[in-house]
């Protein structure tokens, strides 16, 4: 195909699609996932819990300051030098592993117990990541409303869903990279699901 037929069919499907939008005609502004793309600018609405679908994670304990998770069960969970606060599974040799992450920092006096604030303390510091992060949606998970963040990195190109909020005096986020398939969310929701908070 020529470069000029090409240029003419991309024309036809940009114009079908602003067709298409044209005409849905729906009063409610769009809903972006908070676990696929977010948005680039401040929060959306508050979304709901993870569906009565999601079966909470039952394996191995993360017991942090504030709160508790379970990593998925059945899984050869590998753990940092600084406990089971960074676990890493490697379902494959020679494979980038799926990092789970739950971090929790003091909120000191003078801070802002807000989550503007503890999405912001996360969001600046896009150097670990290969694109920034994006916030998406605040969400609410077990009675607790968090921010909600995504990005891609690394040479694979691997996805990164984030949960975090502030509580009992801690800004908390929980992490997981992986490949941007469906065992990644799926281990990201269940894990979600397990936590409880002290």
């Keep these: 195909m020529t470069t000029r037929s090409r240029g003419a069919v991309a024309a036809v499907l940009l114009a079908a699609l602003v ?46 300051r504030a709160l508790t998770y379970h990593l998925p069960a059945g899984i050869p969970w590998t753990f940092g030098p600084t406990g089971r606060s960074v676990a890493d599974y490697q379902k ?28 912001d303390l996360v969001l600046r510091d896009e150097s670990r990541f290969t694109h920034p992060l994006q916030r998406g949606q605040d969400r609410t998970v077990g009675n607790v409303t968090g921010w909600t963040a995504t990005t891609r990195t690394g040479s694979r190109n691997d996805r990164v869903l984030m949960w975090g909020t502030v509580r009992n005096g801690y800004y908390f986020y929980l992490s997981v990279t992986g490949a941007d398939d469906v065992e990644t969310k799926a281990m990201f929701e269940s894990i979600l699901a397990s936590i409880e908070w002290k």
């Design 92 to 119: 494959n040799p020679g494979t980038r592993p799926i990092t789970v992450l739950g971090s929790e920092t003091p909120v000191f006096s003078g801070s802002p117990a807000t989550l503007d604030y503890a999405a």
């Design 19 to 64: 067709g298409l939008s044209a005409c849905q005609g729906s009063d409610e502004p769009p809903r972006t996932d908070p676990t696929t793309d977010a948005t680039t600018a401040s929060p959306g609405p508050t979304d709901t819990t993870p569906s009565p679908s999601v079966e909470p994670a039952t394996g191995e304990l993360v017991d942090l």
